[in-house]
């Protein structure tokens, strides 16, 4: 099978120029507060959206799987692929339902992954991506072992080609909309961490981690 030759993404903004943004740290301080990204792309003809977990390796992204994944298989060959990471920070509620949206932080990250070989770095990588995800376990869990490594395809997509998006503020109603006797304003959405659920097989005697 051929390697797919890479494709130049669009990263123009078409719509809502204002809320785009070409900048570098703006795209990296998206990607960090993120746990879950959608990683699209086209095989056999057919587009796929997967959600995975991500993380920030200096000026890439990191994404993982099984080496047995069709997913991991087709973007490691060099096949065209789109991250897309999204935050939604707020419902806007104007008088109208045309004119209401939502405040929200998003990038769009196009390219082609390469597969990490190195083991040291694999294996540094593997770890950045625990540590994302909860800093601190890391240093707690017992070490990967080599069959576990071997298993796992560690990808890196270079934060080259992206754009980035920021919605916010109140809702914009026309002049005509606003004695509309109807409230409008923000609903600010977060993701909180609920409290931890011990596994029903853990001994007893076994703290909580002060990270949690």
Known sequence: MSTPKAVRADTRFRRL???GSKDFDLA???IDA???????????GLP????MALARDGK???LHGSVASRLMKNLASGLPSCVTVTHLDGLVLARSAFNSSMN??????????SP???PDEKRRGLELLTDHLLPGRRSDIRESTRKELNATTLLALPIERFSAKVSDGPPEDPAKDRNTPVWAGVVPLTLERGKPESAPDMP???PLPDYL
């Open 60 to 62: 890439s992204l990191l």
């Open 28 to 30: 990296c301080a998206i």
């Open 204 to 206: 007893d005697g076994i």
């Open 17 to 19: 120029r204002e809320k």
């Open 116 to 118: 990490v070989t190195d």
């Open 48 to 51: 796929y959206v997967i959600p």
């Open 104 to 113: 929200y932080r998003s990038v769009m990250v196009f390219g082609n992954a």
């Open 34 to 44: 993120a746990f879950v990204c959608h990683v699209g792309f086209v095989a056999d």
